[in-house]
């Protein structure tokens, strides 16, 4: 039976044990379906599955390489290559590198949540970062880059990610009657003609 999936604000903690993660024992790894839990609590695992989906974990836990851009967050000590033993090809081990040099940088945005983590979101420094790109970035940060599955999960985060901050500058930098304008000449784009009031036709 599958255990309740954690809330995206506690991105920080092992959703199993609870415990923040830690660059000894409590190792983030992240898993292809986009799930992270500590070390310690993936090799008490039962059955190879994800505990929140059930998703198989087809790759030998011992060789799944460590979330570094969780683990500096937490202020675990990130090595600057970490070697990867399901990459064997030098082309294929450099885009990794720089996929997760990328990952790790874009990390560094939820510093302000981290840092603020004993007090509660609620109270937290303010993020540069709205809450719907915080919460695509967490997205982002928890995908495994050396599966093919977490390959793909990656790329659609890193897609939403860039849209919504498409989204969000153009919403900065329009006054009011132009955001207005704009949304009835999009909803006339779509067929829809204002006949007043509470009256939308197609």
């Known amino acids: 039976?599958?255990?309740?999936?954690?809330?995206?604000?506690?991105?920080?903690?092992?959703?199993?044990?609870?415990?923040?993660?830690?660059?000894?024992?409590?190792?983030?790894?992240?898993?292809?379906?986009?799930?992270?839990?500590?070390?310690?609590?993936?090799?008490?695992?039962?059955?190879?599955?994800?505990?929140?989906?059930?998703?198989?974990?087809?790759?030998?836990?011992?060789?799944?390489?460590?979330?570094?851009?969780?683990?500096?967050?937490?202020?675990?000590?990130?090595?600057?290559?970490?070697?990867?033993?399901?990459?064997t090809c030098p082309e294929d081990t450099k885009h990794y590198d720089e996929a997760r040099q990328c990952v790790e940088e874009l990390a560094l945005y939820l510093k302000p949540l981290s840092s603020a983590r004993g007090v509660g979101l609620s109270n937290a420094a303010q993020s540069m970062l709205s809450r719907p790109m915080q919460r695509k970035l967490v997205t982002l940060v928890h995908c495994q880059l050396v599966e093919e599955e977490g390959r793909v999960r990656a790329m659609r985060a890193a897609r939403s990610l860039g849209e919504r901050t498409v989204t969000e500058l153009i919403l900065q930098h329009q006054n009011p009657q132009q955001l207005s304008s704009n949304l009835w000449a999009a909803v006339r784009a779509r067929g829809c003609q204002f006949l007043g009031p509470g009256k939308m036709t197609l």
Do not use: Y
């Open 1 to 87: 039976m599958p255990v309740q999936a954690p809330q995206w604000t506690e991105f920080l903690l092992c959703p199993i044990c609870t415990q923040t993660f830690e660059e000894t024992v409590r190792r983030p790894i992240s898993l292809g379906c986009g799930h992270t839990v500590c070390k310690m609590c993936l090799n008490k695992l039962h059955r190879k599955a994800c505990p929140f989906d059930q998703t198989a974990i087809n790759t030998d836990i011992e060789q799944l390489p460590v979330n570094s851009a969780l683990l500096q967050l937490v202020g675990g000590q990130v090595p600057k290559q970490q070697p990867v033993a399901l990459i």
